[in-house]
């Protein structure tokens, strides 16, 4: 599978069918873009779990901190991993012993590792690489267009009312195939995310 | 299943625009407000920080200009834009970003006049330095480096020449140099170039003019193009460092791709305040609803015009790229293949006073500063928009002093070019 870009059909398709993310490297710190992706699907209605061992005992927006996958105790859609591409490897690794399998391994804006996403499609899970789910939502619910942002979709149907916590609909029209090439030339070299 | 993508003309209706969640209203509704209502607190709070995507106050963003927004940036190919006040603010807010006192930008030499006055005084005086060079010949642009150069800006059809730059050759200059190539489109509209295609990082617009295209509305647009990382060599702190405006923030660590576009809205709009007034957003997006048919229309009657000047016995010369034999044929060709634009300057054997003359007999163009109406337009630019400059800079602008400026409407060619006939005889 190409993993520089994405048909909208297939990220919408991952959106639309998850529940339960597990957000590896999920950061307590307000300003961090984990906390703000994390808050933004929970308030989407998603069932947001943090991961990171740093910061057991404490919560993140009134969700308990969990140090491994392993510790969640419960089956999972989705694993969001925001930490260092290098370390994608080792966290695909142990999202494949969870049983059930998640359904999808999901690599934060600037990260990416194809030897962690072949393996993750060996197994029959769905991968995505070097994009953010939050933008990816905003974008297809076209909810991102109130920045100015190019939603890359359209729609003749009325928008929803936009209140807190709904779902929005991500079945628009697009008009653009993938992303540009900036975010994946940012990923060189960058720090963990977080 | 591959979904098949929206074309050109699909784009300048829809982008961007919805039925209204509340009404239902089919054409995009004028949010004449200053301010919208938070949720709650937290809401509050989430939008201040940059959690949230969300209105918050008409300075920094508006549902209707937003929705102008998102149909220029599809209509261009890129991430995001930014709406403002006019194309000045777009200049200033854009480049706001990108320098320092002290730093240098590089800037094509063929650009309007306003640009070269705003360039020239108003940012000399923050500090910020411009080093000219000619997109004529394209190693000016890469002697004209140095390791406080921070951004090259470029006309893709220059006003008021009409010349045609090579974009693509200047992009590789700003590649190699390391900083991101801006491109004013205002003479093209992204339905005539699209200079993200040939390698633009930023894309600007005076949408005054042909976006808007009924001289009815000043504004100004920023596109992101979404290709430059600015963290790559900390030569743009405001992107890839911590913004302590906002606690903290890493602009393009959080918004990936579009983070300029945010960084234009959220510190340059936020601080510098050049917003748009949501009437002229609703103004120019129903202007960009018909952009290609005005456009082909435009370029349509330019030809016929320039090509009727061109064997008129008064007319010294015709610099219109369109034409065949024209120094630019060979890039309109390349850049502009759809046509040339609306806009070209002629020549009159008679000299200043010919033009003078000419200018003041025309009674169907309408001789006045602007470009991109539906009306022929008509100036002397060397008594007029260039009228600040001197001898040699008016030459090296394009704005000779026996040269005259035509922005061709939408009238019937035959009326405007009898319009000329009648004005030349006298
Ligand atoms: C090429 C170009 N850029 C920028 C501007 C400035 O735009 P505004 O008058 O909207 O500030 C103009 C105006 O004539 C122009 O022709």
Redesign the pocket.
């Known amino acids: 599978m190409n993993h520089d870009t994405y048909d909208d059909n297939y990220i919408r398709g991952i959106l639309n069918g998850v529940k339960t993310i597990a957000m590896v490297g999920a950061s307590p710190v307000n300003v961090r873009p984990s906390y703000f992706a994390f808050k933004y699907l929970a308030q989407r209605g998603y069932d947001m779990i943090p991961v990171n061992p740093g910061q057991v005992g404490k919560s993140l927006v009134g969700k308990p901190f969990v140090a491994s996958l392993r510790d969640i105790g419960r089956p999972i859609d989705m694993v969001d991993i925001f930490r260092n591409s290098s370390v994608a490897l080792s966290l695909v690794e142990e999202a494949l012993t969870l049983d059930p399998l998640p359904k999808v391994i999901w690599m934060q804006l600037g990260v990416r590792n194809d030897e962690a996403a072949a393996k993750a499609e060996a197994a029959g899970l769905k991968v995505v690489m070097n994009r953010c789910p939050k933008i990816e939502y905003g974008r297809l619910s076209s909810e991102i267009s109130w920045m100015g942002v190019n939603s890359r979709t359209l729609s003749s149907k009325r928008a929803p009312i936009p209140t807190q916590g709904m779902r929005l609909s991500l079945n628009r029209v697009s008009f653009g195939g993938g992303d540009t090439s900036a975010a994946d030339r940012a990923a060189q070299g960058k720090k963990d995310p977080t | 299943m591959t979904e098949r993508l929206p074309g050109f003309a699909t784009l300048a209706i829809h982008a961007g625009a919805q039925p209204d969640p509340t009404t239902g209203a089919r054409n995009t509704p004028i949010y004449q407000t200053t301010s919208f209502v938070f949720n709650d607190a937290d809401h509050a709070a989430s939008l201040f920080g940059l959690q949230a995507f969300g209105n918050i106050y008409t300075r920094i963003g508006n549902p209707t200009t937003a929705v102008l927004e998102e149909r220029v940036a599809a209509l261009e190919g890129g991430t995001a834009a930014l709406a403002v006040a006019?194309?000045?603010a777009a200049q200033v807010t854009a480049l706001q970003q990108l320098l320092r006192p002290g730093d240098e930008f590089i800037a094509a030499r063929k650009l309007?006049g306003?640009?070269i006055n705003q360039f020239t005084h108003a940012f000399k005086s923050f500090g910020w330095n411009v080093v000219w060079a000619d997109p004529d010949d394209i190693s000016t642009f890469e002697s004209a480096v140095t390791p406080r150069t921070k951004a090259i800006f470029i006309?893709s059809i220059a006003?008021p020449s009409g010349s045609v730059t090579d974009i693509e050759a200047i992009s590789a200059v700003a590649r190699k140099a390391g900083v991101p190539l801006i491109v004013?489109n205002?003479?093209a509209s992204p339905y005539l170039i699209r200079p993200i295609d040939h390698g633009a990082d930023i894309v600007l617009h005076?949408m005054?003019?042909f976006l808007g295209g009924h001289g009815n509305s000043?504004g100004?647009i920023i596109v992101d193009a979404g290709t430059f990382d600015w963290s790559r060599d900390n030569k743009y702190p405001v992107l890839s460092e911590p913004r302590p405006e906002y606690h903290g923030i890493k602009l393009q660590e959080t918004f990936g791709n579009f983070a300029f576009a945010i960084a234009c809205r959220v510190l340059g709009l936020r601080d510098l305040g050049a917003a748009i007034s949501p009437f002229n957003s609703f103004l120019i997006l129903t202007g960009i609803e018909t952009l290609p048919l005005r456009m082909q229309k435009h370029c349509e009657n330019a030809k016929a015009v320039a090509e009727w000047l061109s064997a008129h016995p008064a007319v010294a010369s015709v610099n219109y790229a369109g034409l065949a034999g024209n120094r630019y044929n060979n890039l309109a060709r390349k850049y502009a293949p759809k046509g040339a634009g609306a806009l070209f300057t002629f020549t009159l054997k008679g000299g200043y006073d010919a033009g003078v003359n000419l200018v003041s007999n025309l009674r169907l163009f309408s001789h006045l500063a602007n470009?991109g109406d539906t009306r022929s337009l008509v100036i002397h630019p060397a008594s007029t928009t260039h009228s600040q400059l001197d001898d040699a800079q008016k030459i090296q602008a394009g704005a000779g002093p026996d040269l005259v400026r035509l922005s061709i409407g939408l009238e019937d060619k035959e009326d405007i070019i009898a319009d000329l006939d009648q004005a030349l005889r006298q």
């Open positions: 006019s194309g000045h309007y306003g640009s006309e006003n004013d205002t003479l005076s005054t003019k000043i100004g470009i």
